[in-house]
T-cell receptor
Framework: EADIYQTPRYLVIGTGKKITLECSQTMGHDKMYWYQQDPGMELHLIHYSYGVNSTEKGDLSSESTVSRIRTEHFPLTLESARPSHTSQYLC??????????????FGPGTRLTVL | RKEVEQDPGPFNVPEGATVAFNCTYSNSASQSFFWYRQDCRKEPKLLMSVYSSGNEDGRFTAQLNRASQYISLLIRDSKLSDSATYLCVGHATGRRALTFGSGTRLQVQP
């Protein structure tokens, strides 16, 4: 089992609220990622980080922001939630030192519903 | 064209059947490949890495054909518990993240 955690698992919130989705991993991985996935659809990378103080936007444009102040922690923030943000958000991590074995380990996800 | 393409299925097979999925990739710089399994409303979990010579893990066999740019996954003696979506994943040299296919859904029926 991967040691990567996400909270909350489920969140129902009203439009305009600020939310932060938490992601933590205890594997000491340098790389961390945020994906967005709608039911039955593919994963879309929205943010990634190579290490502390390193963050980049992914392939899918997102209004969310991320920070990486500590290696183990990669929170995602939405300043003003909208119904279009309703989706599942998956956090993942991988180890730079594994070379070609570029496996990513996923957290259980946060299912966000914005009313 | 998507960088990693899969037949979405669903593949409906009886228990005990052998089923094979193919996945094609367009980026010839892709070096590493993986198959992930994702159950409904759950996170993806690594099923197996795909090595250049192919590899086998119990009932699962993965193969890579670089000349034709496709990866395959073979499942023998299907179990009900194999029902899931199987994601083909590639990593190209110089890319910062993995590229996920949209998945192939497998439904094993009793």
């Amino acid at each position: 089992e991967a040691d990567i955690y996400q909270t909350p698992r489920y969140l129902v919130i009203g439009t305009g609220k600020k939310i932060t989705l938490e992601c933590s991993q205890t594997m000491g991985h340098d790389k961390m990622y945020w994906y967005q996935q709608d039911p039955g659809m593919e994963l879309h990378l929205i943010h990634y980080s190579y290490g502390v103080n390193s963050t980049e936007k992914g392939d899918l444009s997102s209004e969310s922001t991320v920070s990486r102040i500590r290696t183990e922690h990669f929170p995602l923030t939405l300043e003003s939630a909208r119904p279009s943000h309703t989706s599942q958000y998956l956090c993942a991590s991988s180890d730079l030192r594994q070379g070609a074995q570029y496996e990513q380990f996923f957290g259980p996800g946060t299912r966000l519903t914005v009313l | 064209r998507k960088e990693v393409e899969q037949d979405p299925g669903p593949f409906n097979v009886p228990e005990g059947a052998t089923v094979a999925f193919n996945c094609t990739y367009s980026n010839s710089a892709s070096q590493s490949f993986f198959w992930y399994r994702q159950d409904c409303r759950k996170e993806p979990k690594l099923l197996m890495s795909v090595y250049s010579s192919g590899n086998e893990d119990g009932r699962f066999t993965a193969q890579l054909n670089r000349a034709s740019q496709y990866i395959s996954l073979l499942i023998r003696d299907s179990k009900l518990s194999d029902s899931a979506t199987y994601l083909c994943v590639g990593h190209a040299t110089g890319r910062r993240a993995l590229t996920f296919g949209s998945g192939t859904r497998l439904q094993v029926q009793p």
